[in-house]
Nanobody, 121 residues
Framework: QVQLVESGGGLVQAGGSLRLSCAAS????????MGWFRQAPGKEREFVAA????????YYADSVKGRFTISRDNAKNTVYLQMNSLKPEDTAVYYC??????????????WGQGTQVTVSS
């Protein structure tokens, strides 16, 4: 079991930056792959980025590639999402997610409560 708590959301102007953090409970954080998803009003939740248990592999949605960076610090049980060059269309609730490494690619089974990111034009 793992519990996830996101932080770092807020209001930012277009072109600005934010860094989201996700703190995980439990002693086996390094055995989980981690991901970030987002859900905008009236839209389905969508994948944003993911990182392997070791941090050696990362994956991004095309819409954020080159602007967002996912990273993790297993010593601190924390995963980060650095978001640069933000656009109004990045406005959404951002969710941190975790899954055991044996699960299929997008089958995350642990979720945080979400943090709001609003980008003004």
């Amino acid at each position: 079991q793992v519990q996830l708590v996101e932080s770092g959301g807020g209001l930012v102007q277009a072109g600005g930056s934010l860094r989201l953090s996700c703190a995980a409970s439990g002693r086996t954080f390094s055995s989980y792959a981690m991901g970030w998803f987002r859900q905008a009003p009236g839209k389905e939740r969508e994948f944003v980025a993911a990182i392997s248990w070791s941090g050696s592999s990362t994956y991004y949605a095309d819409s954020v590639k080159g602007r967002f960076t996912i990273s993790r610090d297993n010593a601190k049980n924390t995963v980060y999402l650095q978001m640069n060059s933000l656009k109004p269309e990045d406005t959404a609730v951002y969710y941190c997610a975790a899954k055991e490494v044996y699960r299929p690619k997008y089958e995350y089974n642990y979720w945080g409560q979400g943090t709001q990111v609003t980008v003004s034009s």
